[in-house]
Protein backbone atom coordinates (compact mmCIF):
# COMPACT_ATOMS: atom_id res chain seq x y z
CA UNK A 1 0.00 0.00 0.00
CA UNK A 2 2.89 2.50 0.70
CA UNK A 3 4.13 1.79 -2.73
CA UNK A 4 0.96 3.06 -4.37
CA UNK A 5 0.85 6.07 -2.16
CA UNK A 6 4.25 6.81 -3.56
CA UNK A 7 3.29 6.09 -6.95
CA UNK A 8 0.72 8.46 -5.96
CA UNK A 9 2.41 11.49 -5.09
CA UNK A 10 5.04 10.94 -7.82
CA UNK A 11 2.41 11.48 -10.17
CA UNK A 12 1.07 14.55 -8.31
CA UNK A 13 4.44 15.91 -8.73
CA UNK A 14 4.76 15.22 -12.08
CA UNK A 15 1.65 17.14 -13.15
CA UNK A 16 2.41 20.25 -10.97
CA UNK A 17 5.49 20.34 -13.10
CA UNK A 18 3.56 20.09 -16.26
CA UNK A 19 2.09 23.53 -16.81
CA UNK A 20 0.47 21.97 -20.16
CA UNK A 21 -1.09 19.41 -18.52
CA UNK A 22 -2.55 21.59 -15.65
CA UNK A 23 -4.23 24.27 -18.37
CA UNK A 24 -5.55 21.54 -20.72
CA UNK A 25 -7.19 19.90 -16.97
CA UNK A 26 -8.60 23.07 -15.81
CA UNK A 27 -8.05 26.27 -17.35
CA UNK A 28 -9.17 25.47 -20.66
CA UNK A 29 -12.61 23.82 -20.04
CA UNK A 30 -13.12 26.90 -17.43
CA UNK A 31 -12.45 29.70 -19.85
CA UNK A 32 -14.89 27.13 -22.87
CA UNK A 33 -17.59 27.07 -20.27
CA UNK A 34 -17.52 30.58 -19.17
CA UNK A 35 -17.58 31.54 -23.67
CA UNK A 36 -20.33 29.07 -23.90
CA UNK A 37 -22.43 30.63 -20.97
CA UNK A 38 -21.78 33.88 -22.77
CA UNK A 39 -22.86 32.86 -26.10
CA UNK A 40 -26.24 30.87 -24.67
CA UNK A 41 -26.59 34.24 -22.66
CA UNK A 42 -26.80 31.70 -19.45
CA UNK A 43 -28.24 33.74 -16.39
CA UNK A 44 -28.74 36.70 -18.57
CA UNK A 45 -31.49 39.20 -18.25
CA UNK A 46 -31.89 39.02 -21.69
CA UNK A 47 -31.69 35.33 -23.36
CA UNK A 48 -30.80 34.58 -27.05
CA UNK A 49 -29.05 36.47 -29.42
CA UNK A 50 -27.89 40.26 -29.27
CA UNK A 51 -27.11 42.63 -31.67
CA UNK A 52 -27.70 41.02 -35.39
CA UNK A 53 -27.57 44.19 -37.84
CA UNK A 54 -31.00 45.23 -39.30
CA UNK A 55 -31.16 47.37 -41.95
CA UNK A 56 -34.56 49.32 -41.70
CA UNK A 57 -36.21 51.40 -44.81
CA UNK A 58 -39.38 53.18 -43.53
CA UNK A 59 -41.13 54.48 -46.66
CA UNK A 60 -44.43 55.00 -45.22
CA UNK A 61 -45.63 58.19 -43.45
CA UNK A 62 -48.04 55.75 -41.22
CA UNK A 63 -47.64 56.51 -37.63
CA UNK A 64 -47.70 52.57 -37.20
CA UNK A 65 -44.79 51.95 -39.43
CA UNK A 66 -43.07 53.99 -37.45
CA UNK A 67 -43.92 52.39 -34.28
CA UNK A 68 -42.76 49.28 -35.80
CA UNK A 69 -39.26 51.04 -35.99
CA UNK A 70 -39.15 51.97 -33.01
CA UNK A 71 -40.09 48.59 -31.60
CA UNK A 72 -37.50 47.15 -33.71
CA UNK A 73 -34.82 49.55 -32.20
CA UNK A 74 -36.22 48.56 -28.66
CA UNK A 75 -35.35 45.01 -29.25
CA UNK A 76 -32.40 43.72 -27.60
CA UNK A 77 -31.76 40.99 -30.58
CA UNK A 78 -31.59 43.74 -33.40
CA UNK A 79 -28.84 46.39 -33.96
CA UNK A 80 -31.26 48.48 -36.14
CA UNK A 81 -29.47 50.29 -38.86
CA UNK A 82 -31.23 53.39 -40.46
CA UNK A 83 -28.52 55.83 -41.72
CA UNK A 84 -26.30 55.51 -44.75
CA UNK A 85 -22.95 57.03 -43.80
CA UNK A 86 -21.43 58.99 -46.78
CA UNK A 87 -17.75 58.79 -47.83
CA UNK A 88 -17.18 61.95 -46.10
CA UNK A 89 -19.18 60.68 -42.72
CA UNK A 90 -21.79 62.77 -43.09
CA UNK A 91 -25.23 60.77 -43.13
CA UNK A 92 -28.75 60.13 -44.43
CA UNK A 93 -31.59 57.86 -44.57
CA UNK A 94 -30.91 54.37 -45.92
CA UNK A 95 -32.70 53.61 -49.24
CA UNK A 96 -34.07 50.39 -50.72
CA UNK A 97 -31.56 51.15 -53.52
CA UNK A 98 -28.58 51.29 -51.11
CA UNK A 99 -30.07 47.62 -49.33
CA UNK A 100 -28.07 45.08 -52.11
CA UNK A 101 -24.71 46.72 -52.18
CA UNK A 102 -24.22 47.28 -48.66
CA UNK A 103 -25.71 43.00 -47.92
CA UNK A 104 -23.05 42.07 -50.28
CA UNK A 105 -20.35 44.08 -48.65
CA UNK A 106 -21.91 42.34 -45.64
CA UNK A 107 -22.56 45.48 -43.59
CA UNK A 108 -25.21 43.33 -42.59
CA UNK A 109 -27.35 40.78 -43.43
CA UNK A 110 -30.81 41.28 -43.23
CA UNK A 111 -33.20 43.90 -44.33
CA UNK A 112 -36.83 45.31 -43.52
CA UNK A 113 -38.57 47.88 -45.93
CA UNK A 114 -41.23 49.64 -44.58
CA UNK A 115 -43.62 50.05 -48.42
CA UNK A 116 -45.94 53.11 -48.71
CA UNK A 117 -48.60 50.68 -49.13
CA UNK A 118 -48.00 49.03 -45.73
CA UNK A 119 -51.71 49.36 -45.27
CA UNK A 120 -53.52 48.40 -47.93
CA UNK A 121 -57.11 49.17 -48.69
CA UNK A 122 -57.61 46.66 -51.39
CA UNK A 123 -56.61 43.61 -49.08
CA UNK A 124 -56.82 42.53 -45.17
CA UNK A 125 -53.29 42.57 -44.00
CA UNK A 126 -49.89 44.11 -43.83
CA UNK A 127 -47.32 44.46 -46.89
CA UNK A 128 -43.93 44.53 -45.56
CA UNK A 129 -40.59 43.94 -47.50
CA UNK A 130 -37.32 41.87 -46.24
CA UNK A 131 -34.18 41.55 -48.07
CA UNK A 132 -31.68 38.86 -46.73
CA UNK A 133 -28.58 37.39 -47.46
CA UNK A 134 -29.16 33.97 -45.11
CA UNK A 135 -25.63 32.40 -44.83
CA UNK A 136 -26.17 30.98 -41.89
CA UNK A 137 -29.55 29.11 -41.44
CA UNK A 138 -30.06 29.14 -37.49
CA UNK A 139 -28.92 32.77 -37.94
CA UNK A 140 -31.90 33.21 -40.54
CA UNK A 141 -34.54 31.50 -39.24
CA UNK A 142 -34.09 33.14 -35.61
CA UNK A 143 -33.88 37.03 -37.72
CA UNK A 144 -37.48 35.95 -38.88
CA UNK A 145 -39.13 34.38 -35.94
CA UNK A 146 -37.61 37.48 -34.00
CA UNK A 147 -39.11 40.20 -36.57
CA UNK A 148 -42.36 38.35 -36.67
CA UNK A 149 -42.69 38.28 -32.65
CA UNK A 150 -41.94 41.97 -32.62
CA UNK A 151 -44.80 42.86 -36.05
CA UNK A 152 -47.42 40.68 -34.08
CA UNK A 153 -46.27 41.86 -30.35
CA UNK A 154 -45.98 45.35 -31.08
CA UNK A 155 -48.05 46.51 -33.95
CA UNK A 156 -51.53 45.46 -33.95
CA UNK A 157 -52.54 49.48 -34.80
CA UNK A 158 -51.31 48.34 -38.16
CA UNK A 159 -53.79 45.20 -38.29
CA UNK A 160 -56.56 46.86 -37.18
CA UNK A 161 -55.71 50.04 -39.89
CA UNK A 162 -56.12 47.44 -42.17
CA UNK A 163 -58.93 45.94 -41.00
CA UNK A 164 -60.64 49.32 -41.07
CA UNK A 165 -59.66 49.87 -44.57
CA UNK A 166 -60.84 47.07 -46.05
CA UNK A 167 -64.49 47.71 -44.29
CA UNK A 168 -64.54 51.37 -45.40
CA UNK A 169 -63.50 50.51 -48.88
CA UNK A 170 -66.76 47.42 -49.29
CA UNK A 171 -69.15 49.45 -46.96
CA UNK A 172 -68.93 53.15 -48.18
CA UNK A 173 -68.44 55.83 -46.22
CA UNK A 174 -71.67 56.19 -44.87
CA UNK A 175 -72.53 52.75 -43.88
CA UNK A 176 -69.19 52.33 -42.41
CA UNK A 177 -69.30 55.66 -40.31
CA UNK A 178 -72.60 53.61 -38.77
CA UNK A 179 -71.28 50.83 -38.27
CA UNK A 180 -68.09 51.63 -35.86
CA UNK A 181 -70.14 53.97 -34.05
CA UNK A 182 -72.62 50.86 -33.14
CA UNK A 183 -69.60 48.33 -32.30
CA UNK A 184 -68.57 51.32 -30.34
CA UNK A 185 -72.07 51.77 -28.43
CA UNK A 186 -72.36 47.90 -27.89
CA UNK A 187 -68.89 47.84 -26.38
CA UNK A 188 -69.44 50.65 -24.17
CA UNK A 189 -72.72 49.35 -22.86
CA UNK A 190 -71.53 45.68 -21.82
CA UNK A 191 -67.88 46.59 -20.78
CA UNK A 192 -68.20 50.07 -19.82
CA UNK A 193 -66.43 53.23 -21.02
CA UNK A 194 -66.64 56.00 -23.56
CA UNK A 195 -68.83 55.47 -26.92
CA UNK A 196 -66.55 58.28 -28.62
CA UNK A 197 -63.52 57.31 -27.54
CA UNK A 198 -64.09 53.65 -28.35
CA UNK A 199 -65.10 55.20 -31.87
CA UNK A 200 -61.73 56.65 -31.93
CA UNK A 201 -59.63 54.18 -30.91
CA UNK A 202 -61.17 51.77 -33.48
CA UNK A 203 -60.85 54.28 -36.37
CA UNK A 204 -57.00 54.48 -35.20
CA UNK A 205 -56.45 50.92 -36.06
CA UNK A 206 -56.89 49.69 -32.06
CA UNK A 207 -58.50 45.98 -31.91
CA UNK A 208 -60.02 46.47 -28.67
CA UNK A 209 -59.07 42.99 -27.78
CA UNK A 210 -56.07 40.99 -26.02
CA UNK A 211 -56.14 37.46 -26.94
CA UNK A 212 -55.97 36.04 -23.54
CA UNK A 213 -59.82 37.39 -23.68
CA UNK A 214 -59.26 40.00 -20.56
CA UNK A 215 -60.75 43.30 -22.51
CA UNK A 216 -59.62 45.50 -24.59
CA UNK A 217 -55.98 46.90 -25.20
CA UNK A 218 -53.32 46.27 -27.86
CA UNK A 219 -50.91 43.23 -26.69
CA UNK A 220 -50.56 39.95 -27.96
CA UNK A 221 -50.99 37.65 -30.71
CA UNK A 222 -52.93 35.04 -32.48
CA UNK A 223 -51.90 32.32 -35.10
CA UNK A 224 -54.32 34.24 -37.64
CA UNK A 225 -52.35 36.92 -37.43
CA UNK A 226 -49.51 35.29 -39.49
CA UNK A 227 -52.09 34.72 -42.67
CA UNK A 228 -52.74 38.10 -42.88
CA UNK A 229 -49.05 39.91 -43.03
CA UNK A 230 -47.92 39.76 -46.20
CA UNK A 231 -43.84 39.93 -46.25
CA UNK A 232 -42.19 39.90 -49.36
CA UNK A 233 -38.50 38.69 -49.37
CA UNK A 234 -35.69 39.31 -51.28
CA UNK A 235 -32.71 36.76 -51.35
CA UNK A 236 -29.81 38.90 -52.13
CA UNK A 237 -27.08 36.03 -52.66
CA UNK A 238 -26.86 32.71 -52.20
CA UNK A 239 -30.37 31.50 -54.51
CA UNK A 240 -28.57 28.50 -56.43
CA UNK A 241 -26.92 26.80 -53.36
CA UNK A 242 -28.29 23.64 -53.18
CA UNK A 243 -26.95 22.93 -49.52
CA UNK A 244 -26.92 26.14 -47.77
CA UNK A 245 -26.25 24.79 -43.71
CA UNK A 246 -23.42 22.26 -45.56
CA UNK A 247 -22.02 25.25 -47.21
CA UNK A 248 -21.92 27.64 -43.99
CA UNK A 249 -20.70 24.88 -41.72
CA UNK A 250 -17.99 22.36 -43.55
CA UNK A 251 -15.66 25.60 -43.77
CA UNK A 252 -15.61 25.89 -40.12
CA UNK A 253 -14.78 22.13 -39.08
CA UNK A 254 -12.66 21.96 -41.99
CA UNK A 255 -10.29 24.84 -40.28
CA UNK A 256 -10.44 23.35 -36.85
CA UNK A 257 -8.95 20.36 -38.30
CA UNK A 258 -6.41 22.25 -40.04
CA UNK A 259 -5.08 24.50 -37.05
CA UNK A 260 -4.70 21.55 -35.03
CA UNK A 261 -2.81 19.35 -38.03
CA UNK A 262 -0.70 22.34 -38.86
CA UNK A 263 0.12 22.88 -34.81
CA UNK A 264 0.90 19.40 -34.97
CA UNK A 265 3.18 19.80 -37.87
CA UNK A 266 5.38 22.57 -36.82
CA UNK A 267 5.37 21.44 -32.92
CA UNK A 268 7.15 18.69 -34.70
CA UNK A 269 10.43 21.29 -34.70
CA UNK A 270 10.99 20.05 -31.19
CA UNK A 271 11.32 16.29 -32.01
CA UNK A 272 13.71 17.10 -34.92
CA UNK A 273 15.66 19.37 -32.61
CA UNK A 274 16.06 16.16 -29.44
CA UNK A 275 17.22 13.74 -32.70
CA UNK A 276 19.62 16.08 -33.56
CA UNK A 277 18.38 16.66 -36.76
CA UNK A 278 19.03 20.74 -36.85
CA UNK A 279 22.62 20.25 -35.99
CA UNK A 280 23.06 17.92 -38.80
CA UNK A 281 21.12 20.19 -41.99
CA UNK A 282 23.22 23.24 -39.88
CA UNK A 283 26.56 21.75 -40.60
CA UNK A 284 25.59 21.64 -44.40
CA UNK A 285 25.05 25.23 -46.22
CA UNK A 286 21.51 25.93 -44.75
CA UNK A 287 20.85 28.25 -43.06
CA UNK A 288 18.05 28.77 -39.87
CA UNK A 289 15.51 30.31 -42.11
CA UNK A 290 16.13 28.25 -44.81
CA UNK A 291 14.50 25.22 -42.04
CA UNK A 292 11.69 27.49 -41.06
CA UNK A 293 10.90 28.63 -44.70
CA UNK A 294 10.77 25.17 -45.90
CA UNK A 295 8.45 23.79 -43.09
CA UNK A 296 6.23 27.41 -43.93
CA UNK A 297 6.06 26.28 -47.22
CA UNK A 298 5.22 22.25 -45.76
CA UNK A 299 2.30 23.15 -44.01
CA UNK A 300 0.72 25.52 -46.87
CA UNK A 301 1.12 22.55 -48.74
CA UNK A 302 -0.47 20.12 -45.84
CA UNK A 303 -3.09 22.13 -45.19
CA UNK A 304 -4.28 23.44 -49.44
CA UNK A 305 -4.47 19.41 -49.66
CA UNK A 306 -6.31 18.69 -46.09
CA UNK A 307 -8.99 21.47 -47.32
CA UNK A 308 -9.47 20.07 -50.67
CA UNK A 309 -9.93 16.78 -49.35
CA UNK A 310 -12.40 17.78 -46.88
CA UNK A 311 -14.68 20.43 -49.33
CA UNK A 312 -14.77 17.19 -51.68
CA UNK A 313 -15.96 14.95 -48.81
CA UNK A 314 -18.61 17.86 -48.22
CA UNK A 315 -19.08 17.98 -51.66
CA UNK A 316 -19.69 13.81 -52.15
CA UNK A 317 -21.66 13.33 -48.54
CA UNK A 318 -23.90 16.99 -49.00
CA UNK A 319 -23.73 18.22 -52.35
CA UNK A 320 -21.74 21.31 -51.64
CA UNK A 321 -21.14 22.88 -54.86
CA UNK A 322 -17.39 23.37 -55.96
CA UNK A 323 -17.04 22.90 -59.48
CA UNK A 324 -17.55 25.92 -60.99
CA UNK A 325 -15.51 28.14 -58.15
CA UNK A 326 -13.02 25.38 -58.19
CA UNK A 327 -10.38 28.12 -58.90
CA UNK A 328 -11.61 30.63 -56.27
CA UNK A 329 -11.81 28.12 -53.22
CA UNK A 330 -8.71 26.62 -54.13
CA UNK A 331 -7.02 30.39 -53.95
CA UNK A 332 -8.72 30.72 -49.94
CA UNK A 333 -7.66 27.03 -49.10
CA UNK A 334 -4.01 28.57 -49.90
CA UNK A 335 -4.34 31.33 -47.73
CA UNK A 336 -6.15 29.99 -44.79
CA UNK A 337 -3.62 27.46 -44.95
CA UNK A 338 -1.06 29.99 -44.84
CA UNK A 339 -2.36 31.68 -41.52
CA UNK A 340 -2.97 28.18 -40.40
CA UNK A 341 0.73 27.13 -40.89
CA UNK A 342 2.42 30.84 -39.21
CA UNK A 343 -0.14 30.27 -36.28
CA UNK A 344 1.77 27.00 -35.65
CA UNK A 345 5.41 28.24 -35.95
CA UNK A 346 3.68 31.05 -33.48
CA UNK A 347 2.86 28.58 -31.09
CA UNK A 348 6.07 26.61 -31.59
CA UNK A 349 8.29 29.39 -31.22
CA UNK A 350 6.84 31.07 -27.91
CA UNK A 351 6.81 27.13 -26.64
CA UNK A 352 9.47 26.16 -24.11
CA UNK A 353 8.36 22.49 -24.73
CA UNK A 354 6.38 20.68 -26.81
CA UNK A 355 3.70 19.79 -24.14
CA UNK A 356 3.54 23.63 -23.38
CA UNK A 357 2.89 24.02 -27.26
CA UNK A 358 0.17 21.13 -27.02
CA UNK A 359 -1.62 22.70 -24.17
CA UNK A 360 -1.49 26.54 -25.56
CA UNK A 361 -2.56 25.37 -29.06
CA UNK A 362 -5.51 23.23 -27.92
CA UNK A 363 -6.54 26.37 -25.73
CA UNK A 364 -5.69 29.01 -28.72
CA UNK A 365 -7.32 26.35 -31.10
CA UNK A 366 -10.75 26.15 -29.67
CA UNK A 367 -11.21 29.87 -28.67
CA UNK A 368 -10.44 31.41 -32.15
CA UNK A 369 -13.06 28.88 -33.75
CA UNK A 370 -15.11 29.36 -30.47
CA UNK A 371 -15.53 32.93 -31.16
CA UNK A 372 -14.64 33.24 -35.01
CA UNK A 373 -17.70 31.58 -35.89
CA UNK A 374 -16.38 27.91 -36.68
CA UNK A 375 -19.06 26.50 -34.17
CA UNK A 376 -22.00 29.47 -33.62
CA UNK A 377 -23.08 32.26 -35.74
CA UNK A 378 -20.54 35.62 -34.16
CA UNK A 379 -24.08 37.21 -34.40
CA UNK A 380 -25.18 35.20 -31.43
CA UNK A 381 -21.94 35.93 -29.20
CA UNK A 382 -21.95 39.58 -26.53
CA UNK A 383 -21.47 42.54 -28.64
CA UNK A 384 -17.81 42.16 -26.35
CA UNK A 385 -17.02 39.27 -27.71
CA UNK A 386 -18.03 40.11 -31.39
CA UNK A 387 -15.66 42.64 -31.57
CA UNK A 388 -12.79 40.39 -30.76
CA UNK A 389 -13.96 37.75 -33.73
CA UNK A 390 -12.63 39.88 -36.18
CA UNK A 391 -8.94 39.76 -34.80
CA UNK A 392 -9.23 36.13 -35.71
CA UNK A 393 -7.92 33.84 -39.01
CA UNK A 394 -11.15 31.56 -38.32
CA UNK A 395 -13.29 34.32 -38.89
CA UNK A 396 -11.21 35.84 -42.38
CA UNK A 397 -11.20 32.44 -43.26
CA UNK A 398 -14.47 31.54 -42.87
CA UNK A 399 -15.30 34.58 -44.34
CA UNK A 400 -13.20 33.66 -47.84
CA UNK A 401 -14.81 30.46 -47.61
CA UNK A 402 -18.97 31.92 -47.87
CA UNK A 403 -17.59 34.26 -50.42
CA UNK A 404 -16.47 31.53 -52.51
CA UNK A 405 -19.36 29.02 -51.96
CA UNK A 406 -22.44 31.00 -50.90
CA UNK A 407 -22.57 34.35 -52.59
CA UNK A 408 -19.73 33.32 -55.39
CA UNK A 409 -17.69 36.38 -55.57
CA UNK A 410 -15.69 37.65 -57.86
CA UNK A 411 -11.68 37.94 -57.24
CA UNK A 412 -11.82 41.46 -56.59
CA UNK A 413 -14.39 40.48 -54.17
CA UNK A 414 -12.00 38.46 -52.46
CA UNK A 415 -9.56 40.79 -52.41
CA UNK A 416 -9.85 42.46 -48.87
CA UNK A 417 -10.56 39.01 -46.96
CA UNK A 418 -7.46 37.94 -48.80
CA UNK A 419 -5.36 41.13 -48.19
CA UNK A 420 -6.32 40.20 -44.05
CA UNK A 421 -5.31 36.61 -44.46
CA UNK A 422 -1.98 37.96 -45.53
CA UNK A 423 -1.17 40.54 -42.94
CA UNK A 424 -1.95 38.19 -39.92
CA UNK A 425 0.28 35.85 -41.70
CA UNK A 426 3.14 38.44 -42.55
CA UNK A 427 3.13 39.60 -38.57
CA UNK A 428 2.44 36.55 -37.25
CA UNK A 429 5.43 34.38 -39.34
CA UNK A 430 7.56 37.34 -39.30
CA UNK A 431 7.20 37.55 -35.41
CA UNK A 432 7.94 33.47 -35.29
CA UNK A 433 11.37 33.77 -37.55
CA UNK A 434 12.45 36.95 -34.87
CA UNK A 435 11.44 34.66 -32.26
CA UNK A 436 13.28 31.38 -33.53
CA UNK A 437 16.35 33.06 -33.82
CA UNK A 438 16.76 34.91 -30.95
CA UNK A 439 15.56 31.33 -29.12
CA UNK A 440 17.31 27.62 -28.53
CA UNK A 441 15.77 25.57 -30.33
CA UNK A 442 18.70 25.06 -33.18
CA UNK A 443 21.13 24.60 -30.57
Known sequence: MNSILVLLRKDFALLRKDRASISLTFLVPFVLIYLFGQIYHVNSKDPGPSGIPVAVVNQSDNPGAQKLVEALQAETSFKVLTQFVNPDKTTRPLTEEDLRPLMRADDFRFALVIPRDVVRSDSIGLHLKTY??????????????????????????????????????????????????????????????????IK???????????????????????????????????????????????????????????????????????????????????????????????????????????????????????GIEIGSQFGFLVLVCVFAAAACTSFGMLIAAIS?????????????????????????????????????????????????????????DTLVELLPTLGYLTLMTSAVMGFSVWRFNKGRIFD
Open 132 to 197: TNPRNEIESETFEGLLQKTIFSHVPQLLGQSLQARAKAFLGDERFEKFNSEIASTVAENYGGDASA
Open 200 to 318: ARMESGDLLFRVDGSGTGTEGTTDVLASIVKIDNVQVAGLGVKSPMATALVGGWAMQFLLFALTASATALFRERDQGIFQRVLSAPVSRGDILWSKFLYGICLGLLQLVVLFFAGHILY
Open 352 to 408: PTPEAARGLSTFAILFMCAIGGAWFPVSFMPEFIQRFSRLTLVYWAMEGFSQVLWSH
